[in-house]
């Protein structure tokens, strides 16, 4: 059964077409059935470190045609790769791990190809992103991706506090060497705002640790093991204050202002008059429109 789906997805390939390949992200078993179809069918396979990825394919029995696609050289190699796919070639592109253009190489290479009107086509698999988002808890429809934080304090902050009421979780990367400087940082802005760090997902001391800010920071002073590997933060929404505090006037003018102008600016001319928090206004127009 396995080799007939791999058939069939060896068989799905076409000439002049770039294939975004998704790789694990650590446990090799994570790779797909298509993905290893692409690459074993690939005529050039671009590779963001061509070492790490010759160690991939050596793992499957896998020989291919490597070409180094990295951040400093991507925009000059897509003349290549364009020459490549105009000769009918098959073109897979991988970063040393996940999804390529996430955080990676690969967004240039994809666009200019696309532009030179040659088929891109993905091959999903493992994300450190939706993995860590699928064992977090949470329960919003939407959610933000920031990538990596930035490495100075300064920047941080001015994130963490536009993050102060927001009503979606964040997903954010953080190096070893900055998260507990970057910890520290949003227990500043907010100390018992929930939080889950994933650390090492998939590999052999994979980790998740939840909780506030402030005890996950004490977590990681604690044990010096949890500031190692790979990171994702999964900041959780702002705890939305209950609206029956607000004082029944209060709710009243927010209830006139409502019907005649945007919510955003009801609340904050509502906010204005009563005094009330703009936040609390804002949330209970948005349980009137539920």
Known sequence: MIQKHYQKACDSLEPQTLYVVA?????????????????????????????????????Y????????????????????ITAYLSDGLKVAQVSDAGTPAVCDPGAKLAARVRTAGFKVVPVVGAS??????SVAGVAEPNFYFNGFLPPKSGERRKLFEKWA?????????????????????????????????AREISKTFETFLS???????????ND??????????????????KSSSLPEAAQNVMKVLAAELPTKQAADLAAKITGESKKALYDLALTWKQ
């Open 23 to 59: 790789t694990p992200i650590g446990n090799l078993a994570d790779i797909t059935l298509r993905a290893l179809a692409v690459l074993k069918n690939a005529d050039i396979v671009c590779a963001e470190d061509t070492r790490v990825t010759a160690q991939l394919l050596s793992a």
């Open 61 to 80: 029995g896998i020989q291919a045609k490597l070409v180094s696609v990295r951040e400093h050289n991507e925009q000059q190699m897509t003349d290549k």
């Open 128 to 133: 450190a992103v939706m993995g860590a988002l």
């Open 165 to 197: 009421e927001a009503d979606y979780p964040v997903v954010m990367f953080e190096t070893p060497h900055r998260i507990e400087a970057a910890l520290a940082d949003m227990v500043a802005q907010f100390p018992e705002r929930e939080i889950v760090l």
């Open 211 to 221: 909780g506030s800010v402030a005890d996950i920071q004490t977590a990681l002073q």
């Open 224 to 241: 010096g093991n949890q500031t190692r590997g790979e990171m994702v933060l999964i900041l959780h929404p702002a705890k939305k204050e």
